[in-house]
C-alpha cells in the first residue's frame, strides 16, 4: 500500500522535531502503522530555511493552501499556532477532506466546537494529542483508556515554563521575577512570556482536558486564570515548613452537590499548595504531570516532558497513526473528538469562581498584639470556615508585627472572599493578605 | 443501535466489579462510545453466588461454553485465569467468531503468540489493558500513545503485593517473613502467594510489555524471574542511606550493543536500586508505576491501582469500549495486538541474563583486619568493574568483622558474577555475599 502522505503546516521547533522523528524511526513507525507515512509537502513563509530542515525529496512552499489543495495529501499537520491564520487553514483543510493533526491548544480551547463539529460534517478526524502535556499521551488516556469511569476530578502540572520558573524559585529561594530572567535566558521561557506565566495557556489546555473528562463543549471563556506573578519567596517557603509545595495547577472538578443540586464543573488554573509527599508535588523543572481521578480507577499520573521539539513530536506522530490505522473506521464508530459522541455533550455549566470549593493558606501580616488572633479567629469562625493549621511567628527583634499564617479547611470561595475583607479591615492587620488556594489530591 | 451484548466468564473479584461498574456508570459509557455495552450473560460455577451478584435481568449459566455458543453475545470477557481451562475458552470464543477481552497475563505471556494468531485468522479482537498495571492505561500507551518512538528501555512496580511488602519493611524495618504474613492478614496478599513474592507474576507482565515495547513475540519462557523472598532488612537499610529504594521492577531494554553488535533484549524481573528522588522510587504500598523511555518522548511514567476489582474493571470496559467504537474497522488497520503489525515482528533474542547490563550493589560480611579492602577492590578492578561507591561501617564494639558495601558502575553480570565468586573465596570474606542490581533510570 502506498505511504500515507502528510503535509506540513509551520516547521518550526516541533515541526522539524516531527519531519526528523518519521524520518529516523520511519521503519519502526511503519511496522506498526502497517503503512509508511511520509511527509511529502511543507509549507513554511521560510522557504529558504525550510528547505534546509527537511532537504531533498519534499516538496517545500510558502503557501499553505498549496498544501491543502494537493489531491495527494491525506493529513495536513496544523503546526502554525494562534487563532488566526492557524484558524482559517483548519477550516479549510477539513473542507478539503483532509483529516487535521494539531498541536494548537488555543485554537481548540476557543474555537473547537466550531472546528469538531465541521470535521464530523465532513467525515474527518481532527486529532490534538500534542496540544497537552507535549508527548504525554494523556489525551489517549482521558478519551479511551478511562472511558469506564466517572472523572470526578483532573488537576495537571501543565505547563513547564512557569514549573521551571517555580522550582527554581523554591530551590534558590528567589523572587519570580529574578527566575523569570534566567528561565528566558536559558529557553525556559520565550521573549514576551504572558501566555504562559499569566496561565492562560495552562488555561487553554485545562479546558480541553475538562471537555474529554466531563463530556461538556470546550469553554475557554468560563474558565478562572490565575498565574505565577504574584507569588513570592516568602509564601513558598512557608508552604514548605508546612508540607507543602506550590505548583501552577490546572484543574478541572465535577461539583455533584453545586448549582442548587444541578451540578457544575469547576474549570481553573491558579498556583495551588499540594502536599509535599504526592508525586506531582515532586515533578520539577519544565516536566508535567497530570493526575485523575476516577470513580472506578482510582488516582491515576501521567508524566513526561510537556514541551520541546521531538517530545512533542511523539504526540504529533501518535496522531499521525492513529489516523493511518483508523481512517477505514466508520466515522459514527471512531473515537469521537471530545471523547464523548457529539450528540451526548452535557450543558453542565461551569461554577464561577465565588462557587469553587478549595481548601486556603492565608498570610496575615499583623501587630504583634493581644488579641489580634482572637479577632481573626472569630471572623473565620462566624464565616464558618474552619482552620486546619495556624502558624504564628515570633516577631524578629525590634519589630513589633509578625506573619501568621493559615490553612483552612474546604470552604467556599466566595465565603473566604467576604472573610479575608473582613480580616483586611482589621487595624491590627498590617498589609494585603496573601491567599492561596490549597488541593489535598487525595 | 441495539446495546453490544457481552459474557462474562468468571465473576469473582474483577468481574463483579466489571458488572457494577458497567451498570453504574452506563449512561457516561453509552455517551462515550456511542452504544450501550451491557453484561447479558455470565457464566461462573459458582451459579447461586452469580446470581447474588448480577441479580434479575442477567442470565447464569455454569457452563461458559453456553455464553461462547450464544449467538447474540458480541463479547466475551475471560476473567477465570490460569493456563488451562482459560486457554481452551479463549481459543473457542475465538473460534466462534467472538472478540476477547482478558486481564489473562499469565495465559498471554505464554501463548499469546498462538492465540493472537488464531484472533487474526478469524478477525477478531483480543484485547488484554486488565492484563498490566490494573487500570493504568499501559498497553494503550505502548501500543498507540508512544507510537512515534523507538522505546529504549521501560520499568515498571507491576507487582502490588512485593511494593506493599518492600514498602512496609521499609517503613517498619521488618523483614520479609514478618512483612508478608502481615500483608496476607490484610489481604494484599494471597495465601498462596509464590506468583507474586518469586516475581512470576512481574514477569508475566514484563514480557507482555516487551513484546509491546520492541515488537518481538511474546517470550516469558526467556525471562529472567527474581523475587524478594532473599531480600533483608539490612540491605533495604544500607540501600536508603545511600540514596536508593528497593523495588521489584519488572524491566524490558533494548541493547543494540549486545549479541556481537546483532542487537537484543533484556527481560528481568528482580529486586532493584533505584535512586530515592526518582518519582517511581516513591511510589508506594499496592500503588503501580511504570517508566517507558521513548528515543523522541525522553522518560514517561504511568501511576496508579495495579489490582483490586474496581480499578482493573476499569480496564476491562475501556477494551470493551474500545471494541465497540473499533469493530467496524478494516481488521488489516485495527491497532495490532502487540503493537506492532503480526508480519513484522522481529526475532531479537533475548538476552541471557550473563549478558545483562546493569550497576550492581554488593554487601560483603569481612574480617576487620588489614589488606581486606586491598584484596576486594584488586579483584573489582582485574575484572574490569569500576567502584562508584564504597562504604564500610566500624566494627561493632567487641566483634571483629564489619560491613562493606560496594556500588559498582555498569557492568556485565557475567564479568559481575566471576568476581563475586572470586571475592567469596578470599578466607577474609566470611559470609555469602549479597549482590542486588541497581538502575538509575535516568
Known amino acids: 500500500m502506498k505511504p500515507i502522505q502528510v503535509g506540513l503546516l509551520g516547521i518550526g521547533t516541533v515541526g522539524s522535531g516531527t519531519f526528523a522523528v518519521l524520518k529516523r524511526n520511519q521503519e519502526e513507525i511503519r511496522r506498526r502503522a502497517g503503512r509508511g507515512i511520509e511527509i511529502t509537502m511543507v509549507a513554511d513563509l521560510n522557504v529558504e530555511r525550510a528547505r534546509e530542515i527537511v532537504g531533498e525529496g519534499t516538496q517545500v512552499v510558502a503557501d499553505a493552501r498549496a498544501v491543502i489543495a494537493n489531491p495527494d495529501i491525506d493529513i495536513v499537520i496544523e503546526l502554525i499556532g494562534g487563532y488566526g491564520i492557524a484558524k482559517a487553514l483548519v477550516l479549510e483543510a477539513i473542507a478539503a477532506g483532509k483529516h487535521v493533526v494539531t498541536a494548537n491548544k488555543a485554537l481548540l480551547a476557543v474555537h473547537g466546537t466550531e472546528i469538531f463539529a465541521a470535521a464530523r460534517e465532513k467525515g474527518v478526524m481532527v486529532a490534538f494529542e500534542a496540544a497537552v502535556a507535549g508527548g504525554i499521551p494523556i489525551i489517549k488516556a482521558l478519551r479511551e483508556g478511562l472511558t469506564a469511569n466517572q472523572v470526578q476530578w483532573l488537576a495537571g502540572i501543565i505547563n513547564g515554563t512557569t514549573n521551571f520558573i517555580l522550582s527554581e524559585m523554591r530551590d534558590k529561594g528567589l523572587d519570580f521575577a529574578v527566575v523569570l530572567k534566567e528561565a528566558q535566558r536559558l529557553g525556559y521561557a520565550e521573549a514576551d512570556p504572558t501566555f504562559d506565566i499569566e496561565g492562560v495557556d495552562a488555561a487553554h489546555k485545562a479546558t480541553l482536558m475538562s471537555a474529554l473528562a466531563f463530556g461538556i463543549p ?34 478541572a472538578k465535577r461539583r455533584d452537590d453545586a448549582n442548587e443540586g444541578k451540578g457544575g464543573i469547576e474549570l481553573r488554573v491558579h498556583p495551588t499548595l499540594v502536599p509535599s509527599k504526592r508525586l506531582i508535588a515532586n515533578v520539577e523543572g519544565a516536566m508535567n504531570a497530570v493526575m485523575v481521578q476516577g470513580d472506578a480507577v482510582g488516582t491515576t499520573l501521567y508524566y513526561g516532558k510537556g514541551a520541546g521539539s521531538e517530545p512533542t513530536a511523539s504526540a504529533v506522530i501518535a496522531d499521525l497513526v492513529d489516523i493511518t490505522r483508523l481512517h477505514t473506521a466508520d466515522p459514527d464508530h471512531r473515537v469521537p473528538h471530545l471523547a464523548f459522541q457529539p450528540d451526548e455533550l452535557h450543558a453542565t455549566p461551569i461554577l464561577p469562581i465565588d462557587a469553587v470549593r478549595t481548601a486556603f493558606y492565608l498570610r496575615l501580616r499583623v501587630a504583634d498584639q493581644k488579641g489580634v488572633l482572637a479577632a481573626i479567629t472569630r471572623i473565620l469562625a462566624e464565616a464558618d470556615i474552619s482552620i486546619d493549621a495556624l502558624l504564628q511567628r515570633e516577631s524578629a527583634e525590634g519589630e513589633n508585627q509578625t506573619d501568621v499564617i493559615i490553612l483552612t479547611h474546604d470552604t467556599v470561595e466566595g465565603d473566604m472572599r467576604a472573610a479575608i475583607a473582613r480580616m483586611q479591615a482589621l487595624p491590627t492587620v498590617l498589609a494585603p493578605i496573601v491567599s492561596l488556594r490549597k488541593e489535598e489530591l487525595a
Open 218 to 251: 470546550v469553554q475557554f471563556d468560563k474558565a478562572h486564570v490565575e498565574g505565577i506573578t504574584q507569588l513570592s519567596a516568602t509564601d513558598i517557603r512557608y508552604a514548605e515548613q508546612l508540607g507543602y509545595r506550590i505548583k501552577l495547577l490546572g484543574i
